[in-house]
Nanobody, 117 residues
Framework: QVQLEEFGGGLVQAGGSLRVSCAAS????????MGWYRQAPGKQRELVAIITSSGNTNYGDSVKGRFTISRHNGANAIDLQLNSLQPEDTAVYYC???????????WGQGTQVTVSS
């Protein structure tokens, strides 16, 4: 089993920046890709960013060029730097871990990011 703890989030004005972080604990040897999804009220959960064990990244189209995901060397922990935030970025951001060996994902409880106009 893997447990995820999320940090950061909060309220920021449009154009501002935030950082959210996520740390995985438990069976660390099964942690594969890590990343973030988000869900705004009334909308489906969508990809924000993913980073693989080898450091390759993939971003959702709406955040490319504004958000940056990074992974701590030797640790199952990631950061997401959110820059140039806009009101449409308001959502609950969920940390996600892909099981390295089987088709299973783990999810954090989510952290709220609110961007005021």
């Amino acid at each position: 089993q893997v447990q995820l703890e999320e940090f950061g989030g909060g309220l920021v004005q449009a154009g501002g920046s935030l950082r959210v972080s996520c740390a995985a604990s438990g069976s660390s040897n099964i942690v594969g890709d890590m990343g973030w999804y988000r869900q705004a009220p009334g909308k489906q959960r969508e990809l924000v960013a993913i980073i693989t064990s080898s450091g390759n990244t993939n971003y959702g189209d709406s955040v490319k060029g504004r958000f940056t995901i990074s992974r701590h060397n030797g640790a199952n922990a990631i950061d997401l730097q959110l820059n140039s935030l806009q009101p449409e970025d308001t959502a609950v951001y969920y940390c996600y871990v892909k099981h390295r060996y089987v088709d299973h994902n783990y999810w954090g409880q989510g952290t709220q990011v609110t961007v005021s106009s």
